[in-house]
């Protein structure tokens, strides 16, 4: 208070305290909103690398299925044509096995980048939050 019974409005520490409850709960509000968009922006991401490594896999899936074709048609062709022809048919199968290798591959690492589905940087925001705000509610 000032000589003449009004209180200052540049001293926080005069503040009432209706005034520092609604600042810190407008504060408190601002902060879930804001971890509820991380969250959300994190789950999108994960999200994306689900959808990408099961494509992938979707991918390899299918290409293993023409190596399987190959294949049967490298047997008939070594069993019904001249060494040329099989040669060749087993070169396309060795290179289709390598693909599906490789979709096999990059697809697994894509669901292991994604996993645990759960948003992990705003799990330890939120905590580091309530350890803060804990901090100066003991001050």
Same mark, same amino acid.
């Given at each position: 208070?000032?000589?003449?019974?009004? &209180?200052? &409005?540049?001293?926080?520490?005069?503040?009432?305290?209706?005034? @520092?409850?609604?600042?810190?709960?407008?504060? @408190?509000?601002?902060?879930? /909103?804001?971890?509820?968009? #991380? %969250?959300? %922006?994190?789950?999108?991401?994960?999200?994306?690398?689900?959808?990408?490594?099961?494509?992938?896999?979707?991918?390899?899936? #299918?290409?293993?299925? *023409?190596? @399987?074709?190959?294949?049967? %048609?490298?047997?008939?062709?070594?069993?019904? *044509?001249?060494?040329?022809?099989?040669?060749?048919? @087993? =070169?396309? &199968?060795?290179? #289709?096995?390598? !693909?599906?290798?490789?979709?096999?591959?990059?697809?697994?690492?894509? !669901? /292991?980048?994604?996993? $645990?589905?759960? $948003?992990?940087?705003?799990?330890?925001?939120?905590?580091?939050?309530?350890?803060? =705000?804990?901090?100066?509610?003991?001050?």
């Amino acid at each position: 208070m000032t000589a003449d019974g009004s &209180t200052r &409005t540049g001293d926080k520490a005069q503040e009432p305290v209706g005034d @520092l409850v609604q600042r810190a709960s407008q504060q @408190l509000s601002q902060l879930v /909103r804001d971890e509820m968009r #991380l %969250a959300q %922006a994190e789950m999108t991401e994960k999200g994306k690398r689900f959808g990408k490594g099961g494509g992938l896999f979707g991918g390899a899936g #299918l290409v293993g299925v *023409l190596t @399987l074709q190959a294949l049967v %048609a490298t047997v008939i062709a070594a069993l019904a *044509l001249t060494l040329d022809v099989w040669v060749a048919a @087993l =070169i396309v &199968t060795g290179a #289709l096995a390598v !693909i599906t290798a490789l979709m096999a591959a990059f697809g697994k690492q894509q !669901i /292991r980048k994604a996993t $645990p589905p759960k $948003p992990e940087q705003t799990l330890d925001s939120v905590r580091a939050d309530v350890v803060e =705000i804990k901090e100066k509610a003991q001050r």
